[in-house]
C-alpha cells in the first residue's frame, strides 16, 4: 500500500468469500485460486491511457480495492481507496537482440508465472496487470485476480469495461458504461439478513435431503491419492463437433431440456461405465447473479450446486437424459442457497486431500467475443494455460458465439494424460450415442476400440496368477466390461484370453482376473482406486478430558465457537459442526495466541485438541505473529476497531 493517507470501509464477507478466504489458507496461499487472461495487442499502446483505465475501473467497482482480515471472530472484507497502476515489463531490447529468443515460450512462461503467483488476501491490491513490450507495435497485457474478488464473468466483465474506458480516456468522448445501483458488499449483506431472517432453512431443508447418504464418485486413477493435494493440473481439449450439437438439440426439444443438460447425460454415462456405480454427483456452478442489479458488477458471485443423478444399466440414453434434466431444473431451483452453507450443513468428516460432497465439476460457461479491439488497437483475448486444478476433474464448455469447444482439467498426481484423453473419447461416442440412438441401453453402448495384447505384454504379477499361468505363446488377450464391450482405457474390465486367435468360431475365454490398462496402455492389476482409507471411527467415542494447560485452552475456544461444553481431547472439530469459516477463525486465534505459524493443512490431518496442540508445539515461532508485522493496513485496522462500525 502507498504512504497516503488510507480511508475504507469493513463489512461482513460473502458465504463464496468466507470459503475461498478458508480454501486459500488450506493450500498455504499457493496461488491456486486465481483467475487469469492473456490479452495479445497489435497496435500503438498508450499506456497512460491503460494505466487510466484500469484505476477507473477499480474505482467503479469496490471489490477491485478490497481484502480481507479476521475481526472478532469474522472474515471481514475491507474495502480500502487503493488503486493499482499496471506494471510494465519492456522485452524489446532481449528479443532484438542476434540471439535468438522463443518469444512463444517465453511469453507463456511469464503468463503461467503471473498466474502463479500468490496473492496476500490480508493486503490489497488481489488484481494484478502486467503489460509486456515486445516490439514497438506489439505487447502482450497479463490480468489476473484472486477468486475471492472475481469469477470467470467478473474477469471478462472487467476487460469488457477496461477497453471501453481505455477508448474514453484516449479519445475523450464519455464512456457509456451503466451506474452501478449496488457494490458486492451490499450482496453479502443481502445473503447475510437471508440468513439471519431464516431465508436459508427451507433450502437447507431441500439440499440436506438430496445429499443424504451421498456416496463418494470413485473413478480408477492411475496413482492412489496422496495424502495431501499438490494441486497440480494439466488441461486437455475435447472436440465437439458442430453437427453433434445440432443433433443433441434436436433431441432436448423433444425432451423440453437444454443442451446443457445432453452433455451431462453423456458425461454421466461415460462414468456410470467408468466407475460401476448408479447413483453419481458431479459439481455444478450457477452465476449467483439472480438479482439483476448484481449483472455488472465484479465480484465471487458463482455459487455450486449437487448435480445427483441415478444411472442404471437398463436405462436408455433417453431416460438419463430425463434425469439428468429433472436433477438440474430442481438444483436451479433452489441454486440460492450459498453452497458453503450446504457444506457446514451437511457435516461430516473433513480431509485435505478431499472437497467436500464431489470431486468432479461438470460446467459450462458462455464465452464472450474475444475481439476487444479499440481504434489504433487490435486486441485478442485468450486464457492463460492452466497448470493447476482445485477438484480430481473439471469438464467445462465453452459456448463462444455458439461454438462448443471442451476441456478436461484433471489432477496429474491421479491421472496420465492419455487415461484422460480415453475418458473423453468415451464422453462423446456417449453424446453420439445419444443424439443417433437416444433409445438404446446404457449397457448396450461400445466406449471404446478393442485392443489385443500378447502374452509378453502383460506384468509379472498377472502373468504368474493361475488362471495365465497356460498361456500358448501365440495367444492373445483383450479387456471387456461386465456388458462385454470392451473396456476403455483407463476403466476396469475383466481379462480374456483367446488362445487361437486365428481360428474362426473359438470364443475367447474370460479368466476372472480384474485388470485396467494405465495410461500408456500398460495392464495393471485391479482396481487402482482412490487409496485414500475411509475415516475410522471417532476417537471421541470414549471421552477423555484434555491434557495440559494448551489442549484445556483449545477446548475452551473450542467451546466458544461451537457453542458446545465438555470438549474432549480427541473430539473432531467437524463432526461437532464446525465449518470452514470457523476453522479460519480457529487457526487466525489459535496463531494471534502462541505466535506459532500453524497451518489449516496442519489442523486437517488431525482435527481435534490434542492434535492442534501436538501442531502448535511443531510449528516455528520464529516468523512471529501477524501482529507484529507494522504494515499500513495493520494500523487502519486498528484504527478501525476504535471507530464506529461502517458494517
Do not use: K
Not at 62 to 88: K, M, N, Y
Not at 163 to 171: F, G, M, Q
Not at 184 to 202: K, V
Amino acid at each position: 500500500m502507498t504512504g497516503r493517507t488510507v480511508s475504507a470501509l469493513v463489512s461482513d464477507a460473502s458465504y463464496a468469500q468466507a470459503r475461498m478466504y478458508f480454501l486459500d489458507e488450506l493450500a498455504d496461499r499457493a496461488g491456486v485460486f486465481t483467475v487469469a487472461r492473456v490479452l495479445d495487442l497489435d497496435g500503438d499502446v498508450d499506456q497512460v491511457s491503460l494505466a487510466a483505465a484500469v484505476r477507473a475501473c477499480v474505482r467503479r467497482h469496490e471489490s477491485l480495492r478490497t481484502c480481507f482480515r479476521v475481526l472478532d471472530g469474522q472474515l471481514r472484507q475491507i474495502v480500502t481507496d487503493d488503486e493499482p497502476a499496471p506494471r510494465t515489463l519492456d522485452l524489446r531490447a532481449l528479443l532484438g537482440r542476434d540471439t535468438p529468443v522463443d518469444e512463444r515460450e517465453l511469453v507463456a512462461g511469464l503468463a503461467r508465472q503471473e498466474a502463479a503467483e500468490p496473492f496476500d488476501l490480508r493486503r490489497v491490491p488481489l488484481l494484478r496487470t502486467t503489460l509486456i513490450r515486445l516490439t514497438d507495435r506489439r505487447s502482450v497485457l497479463l490480468v489476473t485476480l484472486h477468486h475471492i474478488v472475481a469469477d470467470a464473468w467478473s474477469l471478462d466483465l472487467f476487460l469488457r469495461e477496461l477497453w471501453a474506458l481505455y477508448r474514453a480516456h484516449a479519445t475523450g468522448v464519455p464512456h457509456e458504461l451503466p451506474e452501478l445501483p449496488v457494490q458486492y458488499a451490499d450482496f453479502a449483506a443481502w445473503q447475510r439478513r437471508a440468513e439471519a431472517s431464516g431465508g436459508h432453512d427451507r433450502l437447507i431443508a431441500h439440499w440436506r435431503e438430496r445429499v443424504r447418504d451421498l456416496p463418494d464418485l470413485v473413478l480408477p486413477t492411475d496413482r492412489p491419492r496422496p495424502e495431501q493435494r499438490s494441486y497440480r493440473g494439466q488441461e486437455l481439449s475435447v472436440p465437439l463437433d458442430d453437427h453433434l450439437a445440432d443433433r443433441l438439440n434436436d433431441l432436448c426439444r423433444e425432451e423440453g431440456a437444454s443442451l446443457f443438460m445432453a452433455l451431462l447425460a453423456g458425461f454421466y454415462v461415460a462414468l456410470h461405465r467408468y466407475s460401476g456405480q448408479t447413483d453419481l454427483a458431479v459439481g455444478g456452478t450457477t452465476s449467483g447473479r439472480a438479482r439483476p442489479e448484481t449483472q455488472n458488477v465484479i465480484g465471487s458471485f458463482v455459487n455450486m450446486v449437487v448435480l445427483r443423478t441415478l444411472v442404471r444399466d437398463d436405462h436408455t440414453l433417453r431416460d438419463v437424459l430425463r434425469a439428468t434434466a429433472e436433477t438440474c431444473h430442481d438444483a436451479y431451483e433452489h441454486q440460492d442457497l450459498p453452497f458453503e452453507r450446504l457444506v457446514a450443513a451437511h457435516g461430516g468428516d473433513r480431509r485435505a486431500n478431499r472437497n467436500p460432497l464431489f470431486q468432479i465439476v461438470f460446467q459450462m460457461i458462455v464465452e464472450p467475443d474475444d475481439d476487444l479491439s479499440v481504434p489504433g488497437l487490435r486486441v485478442r483475448m485468450r486464457e492463460a494455460a492452466t497448470t493447476v486444478t482445485t477438484f480430481d476433474l473439471v469438464c467445462t464448455v465453452a459456448n463462444t458465439a455458439g461454438r462448443l469447444s471442451a476441456t478436461l482439467d484433471y489432477a496429474t498426481e491421479l491421472w496420465d494424460r492419455d487415461t484422460v484423453a480415453a475418458l473423453g473419447h468415451a464422453w462423446r461416442r456417449a453424446l453420439r450415442e445419444l443424439a443417433d440412438r437416444p433409445d438404446r441401453a446404457v449397457r448396450d453402448l461400445p466406449l471404446a476400440e478393442e485392443r489385443r495384447y500378447a502374452p509378453g505384454a502383460l506384468p509379472d504379477e498377472l502373468r504368474r496368477t493361475e488362471a495365465l499361468a497356460d498361456l500358448p505363446a501365440d495367444a492373445e488377450l483383450s479387456v471387456r466390461d461386465p456388458y462385454g464391450h470392451p473396456a476403455p482405457q483407463g476403466a476396469v474390465g475383466e481379462l480374456l484370453r483367446h488362445d487361437r486367435p486365428e481360428a474362426p468360431g473359438v470364443p475367447a475365454r474370460p479368466t476372472g482376473v480384474a485388470v485396467r490398462s494405465d495410461g500408456s496402455g500398460r495392464l495393471m492389476a485391479a482396481p487402482s482406486r482412490d487409496a485414500t482409507p475411509a475415516p475410522g471411527p471417532s476417537p471421541a467415542a470414549d471421552h477423555t478430558e484434555p491434557v495440559g494447560s494448551m489442549e484445556r485452552a483449545l477446548a475452551a475456544l473450542w467451546e466458544e465457537l461451537l457453542g458446545r461444553s465438555g470438549i474432549g481431547r480427541h473430539d473432531n472439530f467437524f463432526r461437532l459442526g464446525g465449518h470452514s469459516l470457523l476453522a479460519t477463525v480457529l487457526i487466525t486465534q489459535v496463531q494471534e495466541r502462541y505466535g506459532a505459524d500453524v497451518t489449516l493443512e496442519a489442523f486437517f490431518r488431525v482435527p481435534t485438541p490434542a492434535g492442534l496442540a501436538e501442531a502448535v508445539a511443531a510449528a516455528s515461532d520464529t516468523a512471529g505473529s501477524e501482529g507484529a508485522q507494522a504494515d499500513e493496513l495493520a494500523a487502519l485496522v486498528a484504527a478501525l476497531e476504535r471507530q464506529e462500525d461502517h458494517a
